[in-house]
């Protein structure tokens, strides 16, 4: 059965510091990874994905196979970005176009 | 466009009553979900729909029915709420060639 797991629960960062959210995940075969982020009063909404290998809001997250792993990470982090994140995973195990969410971290990036 | 839009926002429920959340989107998305998201727990799969006229168990179904009620409404029900629904629902769509879901602003639900 597939597994995301995100360790941290909170995490608190000075703002210009670097951060980075960890998820390793289980899952047998391909999956496709994604992060999500939830700010205050706003939608979840898709952060990135690792197909894509692009960067949004200067946040990266590269698939570590051998580890299993697809950590979020921003070398300088801001203000703006304190925001509940989700790692998720999605293959044909979880059905069609179907999410599996990690349970989540708070970040709180600290002025 | 609306994107995904839920009704209601909030609702405060006894034991034993029921009631229907509803979804809609206007992105001419094939798969629509449902999710219920609980402090430590992240967000777990209800039920989804892959296409108009299916639906299907997710994770967590029990206490649950689903209605695809056409390609852009996706209904909720609750026919005998319990405390342990108590919880915020999202509903989510998706386009399928990107895989990217597009989620609602959520429905914080009480039993008391």
């Known amino acids: 059965a597939q597994r995301v797991t995100q360790p941290e629960k909170l995490l608190s960062v000075f703002k210009g510091a670097p951060v980075e959210l960890k998820c390793n995940y289980s899952?047998?075969?391909?999956?496709?990874l994604f992060w999500y982020v939830q700010y205050s009063r706003q939608r979840l909404q898709l952060l990135l994905r690792?197909?894509s290998r692009e960067s949004i809001k200067g946040f990266t997250a590269d698939l570590n196979k051998g580890e299993t792993s697809f950590h979020l990470k921003k070398p300088f982090a801001q203000e703006e970005d304190s925001a509940m994140y989700y790692c998720?995973?999605?293959?044909?195990?979880?059905?069609?176009?179907?999410?599996?969410f990690g349970t989540g971290t708070r970040l709180t990036v600290i002025p | 466009n609306a994107g995904v839009t839920q009704t209601p926002k909030f609702q405060v429920l006894k034991t034993g009553q029921s009631m229907t959340l509803q979804c809609a989107q206007d992105?001419?998305?094939?798969?629509m979900y449902w999710y219920r998201q609980d402090p430590g727990m992240g967000l777990r799969l209800i039920y989804y729909?892959?296409?108009?006229?299916?639906?299907d168990k997710g994770e967590v179904p029990n206490g649950y029915n689903v209605s695809r009620l056409n390609k852009r409404e996706f209904s909720l029900r609750l026919e005998s709420a319990a405390p342990s629904q108590t919880s915020v629902y999202f509903c989510?769509?998706?386009?399928?060639?990107?895989?990217?879901?597009?989620f609602g602003p959520g429905t914080r639900l009480t039993v008391l």
């Open positions: 998720a995973l999605s293959g044909w195990q979880t059905g069609a176009n179907n999410l599996f």
């Open positions: 899952y047998s075969g391909s999956p496709e």
């Open positions: 690792h197909i």
């Open positions: 992105m001419n998305h094939n798969s």
């Open positions: 729909s892959a296409s108009e006229g299916t639906t």
């Open positions: 989510a769509s998706v386009v399928a060639r990107h895989n990217e879901q597009f």
